[in-house]
């Protein structure tokens, strides 16, 4: 497993962003890493536009603020076009290629497309496509042991909506699969 | 212990402060601090506590200032713009002897400067945080865990000499999540307060809460006292951490957010063989000089990295006292150093001092 | 032989600093008063403004605290929010409540804090020496105006309990008065009941007291009165101006 790992994921507000990048800091500390979790705030946000960093390490974390990431989950047209130019080299870009024409110039990184959005609709899983596209970045770079994931979902559930629990493990399931 | 969770700075800090009895809270809405406030929004009711947007900065100062007058523990947390405009009830806290707890989750200016993290209000807190003579205690913490262990330490110290005490942080520090232990409990229950505005109950004479002197010999006192308590506080409350500082040659000085850039770089030059160390103040006021004095001897240099144009190299220029150069690196109005930009300035340095 | 007038027990036995003729004299007694008559000294806590009230700390046996320039309501929000059980009235001049501190004021009556608030209406910043207040007339001759206040420059005078009246969370807003014995009396009737008030929690209310001060104005004490009748009063009405708990037909 690389080391560290920095990961950027970036979309939407609503898009469920944030979580998703908490749940994989929090997969990571079971892992017993080091761990950061960085967001966009203020006007950037304003826009509708959220994203948020995170960074999974054996050493001490300098900084959790990555200018150029190693692995990009992109949400959204609008942050592909964005971010996947800083992506680092030999990096690695998972995109939802319902929503997102995934065209780059770019042949120094590897591109994973998948269906993010149409797959948790034709699930019963409408609003988790966050959770498939974290599913799908699990298959491609293993950021953590499968089960500290699992354990990671049931500790970013709120409190009250543990109904919840199992819909995102679904999604996950479903991202690791496709 | 307690269980490591993840957790916004902002919110852990919050957290912490009701670990520390704070049941008060007074702000007004400004980024990257706002967690602070919806955290304690959100407690407060429930363990009947008091939560209360005020219409200000300024109103928000001041009901922290008769709250702290009652004798109950009471905090405000606002960023650099919101800071400028408490100063006033903060030198009027400092010249009542009031403790109290303000929150500075830095970002760049002056004016309305950014939203992203800075130090550039280094001066603000330990030189002038209003008019007047005077200080107060300044905490920088580094990590999340830290947004939350200083607060009852600053809670507790205000307390013991009678003065506000600030947190410093930024907005990385505010933003960021990171495992955290909370602390439990509080281990540092206020001490007596029988100063405090809260009723005399017909069984002692009345208090007074003031700071007018108009009798320039009298203010001059008080002033010569709270100095006399400042005093103390350097000989006995400054707090650093010490990096690989032993055989140290080059010594990177920064605090908060930089300093765990700086620490990254300082193991980059190692793996040179450049005998890099870092001196982190915790304190900030008190600066710990001691830590310099301490170690003045062996360095060849001294390497300020701020996120501003410069300003707590003064106080290290200060505590080396011409007796080693002192060197600086910064950037400022929101930019964070890199560990690289960091390095290489660390081998400029070490090439001139070889 | 029987006491039939004697200081009150929560006034200080003190020289005050005010000027002769000032009427803040007779304010301060009539809250003393208020606060004898409840009962309710050891549970009072005062809080004074900038202004020629400045050392009111001095002159009241509850405990005091002296505030930033405008920043007395705010103070008192603090005070009363960390000791609910306690009663917190604030003294404030035209300025200090108007000027600097008209967001202070506005916030803490649209909230209902249960505090009772004295506001010392003398058209005129006393202890400076006489600078336009915001509730200085129009026409008025002040060291800021001293071609007399032209409100196309310098805007027009404020009425504070009208303002304040259209706020949900305040409980009592009057204008009273100290120029004769049957002012005094009122006066001190409204003060009471913003103290008997604040202790059934009702919430906010002010008693604005319009004062006069002969230093500044240039007048004796008896002119000044008589300014104060002919001047102020047309402006400034007495009266009720919200009474959130009067009874039907009472007002």
């Known amino acids: ?85 800083t992506v680092e080299e030999g990096g690695m870009v998972v995109y939802d290629s319902a929503i997102i024409n995934g065209a780059t110039e770019r042949k120094d990184m590897q591109i994973f497309g998948i269906d993010a959005v149409t797959l948790a609709e034709d699930s019963g899983l409408k609003g988790l ?50 | 212990m307690a269980e490591k969770i993840i957790m916004k700075g902002n919110e852990a800090l919050a957290e912490a402060a009701i670990s520390a009895g704070c049941r008060h809270f ?51 947390s606002s ?84 003065m506000p005490a600030m947190v410093l942080a930024d907005g990385m520090l505010g933003q960021m999540m990171e495992p955290v232990v909370l602390p439990e409990g509080d281990s540092n229950p206020p001490p007596p307060k029988p100063w405090a505005v809260n009723g005399h109950k017909n069984i ?31 000989r006995t409350e400054q707090q650093a951490e010490e990096y690989l500082c032993s055989d140290a040659e080059i010594f990177l000085v920064s605090y908060g957010a930089t300093s765990r850039i700086v620490k990254s770089a300082v193991v980059k030059a190692r793996a040179e063989g450049i005998k890099a160390g870092l001196i982190r103040p915790i304190t900030l006021f008190p600066f710990p000089d001691a830590y310099i004095d301490k170690y003045v001897g062996q360095a060849k240099v001294f390497l300020s990295v701020e996120m501003s144009m410069g300003q707590m190299i003064d ?37 001139g001092v070889k | 032989m029987a006491t039939i007038f004697t200081r009150p027990k929560s006034i200080a036995d003190v020289p ?44 009241f046996n509850c405990d005091m605290i002296q505030s930033p320039h405008g920043r007395a309501q ?64 129009s026409g008025q001759v002040t060291q800021t105006t001293p071609y007399g206040r032209d409100t196309a420059i310098a805007g027009h005078p404020v009425r504070v309990c009208e303002m304040l009246a259209t706020l949900e969370g305040v409980a009592l807003a009057q204008r009273v008065t100290v120029e004769s014995l049957r002012t005094v009396t009122a006066a001190k009737q409204a003060i009471k009941k913003a103290f008997t008030y604040q202790l059934e929690g009702k919430g906010y209310s002010i008693i604005e007291v319009l004062s006069i001060c002969p230093t500044n104005w240039g007048l004796s004490t008896e002119k000044s009165l008589q300014w104060l009748r002919d001047n102020m009063i047309p402006y400034y009405p007495l009266g009720v101006f919200k009474d959130k708990y009067a009874k039907e037909g009472a007002k």
């Open chain 2, 204 to 234: 002692r004479s009345h208090n007074i809460i003031n700071s007018l002197y108009l009798e320039p010999n009298d203010l001059e006192r008080t002033v010569v006292e709270r100095y006399a308590r400042y005093e103390e506080v350097k």
């Open chain 2, 26 to 76: 007074f702000g007004y809405p400004i980024t990257p601090q706002t967690e602070v406030a919806a955290h304690m929004a959100k407690r407060l009711p429930q363990i009947g506590g008091t939560f209360l947007q005020a219409e200000s900065e300024i109103a928000a100062i001041n009901m922290v200032l008769g709250a702290a007058a009652a004798g109950v523990r009471a905090m405000t």
């Open chain 3, 16 to 59: 005050f600093s005010y000027c002769p003729g000032c009427t803040h004299g007779i304010i301060h007694r009539l809250v003393a008063e208020s606060i004898d008559e409840l009962g309710i000294e050891g549970n009072t806590v005062g809080v004074c403004p900038v202004g020629c009230a400045v050392m009111a700390y001095d002159y």
């Open chain 1, 129 to 178: 496509a966050n959770m498939v596209m974290t599913g799908k970045l699990f298959k491609e770079l293993s950021f953590c042991a499968f089960d500290s994931l699992e354990k990671a979902v049931v500790k970013c559930v709120p409190e009250g909506r543990t109904q919840l629990i199992e819909l995102n493990l679904k999604a996950i399931q479903l991202g690791i699969e496709n």
């Open chain 3, 74 to 137: 705010a103070l008192a929000t603090g005070i009363k929010r960390a000791i609910p059980e306690s009663v917190v009235f604030t003294y404030q001049g035209d300025g200090d409540l108007a000027a600097i501190g008209t967001a202070e004021t506005v916030h803490a009556a649209t909230r209902g804090e249960n505090i009772t608030v004295i506001f010392v209406n003398n058209a005129i910043y006393g202890m400076t020496g006489g600078q336009m207040a915001p509730t200085s007339l």
């Open chain 1, 1 to 85: 497993m690389k080391d560290p790992m920095h990961i950027l994921i970036a979309g939407y507000g609503g898009q469920g962003i944030l979580f998703s990048g908490k749940v994989i800091a929090y997969a990571g500390l079971i892992d017993g890493k080091e761990v950061s979790w960085l967001p966009s705030y203020g006007p950037e946000m304003r826009g509708g536009s959220a994203n948020c960093t995170i960074c999974l390490s054996k050493d001490p974390i300098a900084s959790p603020y990555i200018e150029f990431p190693e692995f990009f989950v992109a949400m959204n047209q609008l942050a592909f076009n964005k971010f996947a130019s």
């Open chain 2, 79 to 162: 960023s650099s713009p919101g800071v400028s405009l408490k100063s006033e009830g903060i030198s009027y806290l400092a010249g009542c002897d009031l403790p109290c707890l303000i929150v500075n989750v830095q970002r760049g200016g002056p004016g309305l400067g950014g939203i992203q993290p800075a130090q550039s209000d280094y001066f603000h807190a330990t030189r002038s945080t209003g008019h007047g003579d005077f200080h107060i205690l300044v905490f920088a913490p580094a990590t999340v865990q830290e947004m939350a262990d200083l607060v009852a330490g600053a809670f507790s110290l205000a307390d013991k000499y009678r």
């Open chain 2, 315 to 351: 106080d290290i220029r200060l505590a080396v006292n011409g007796r080693k150069p002192v060197a600086f690196f910064g950037r400022t109005g929101g930019v964070l150093p890199t560990p690289d930009e960091v390095l290489g300035k660390i081998r400029e340095i070490a090439g």
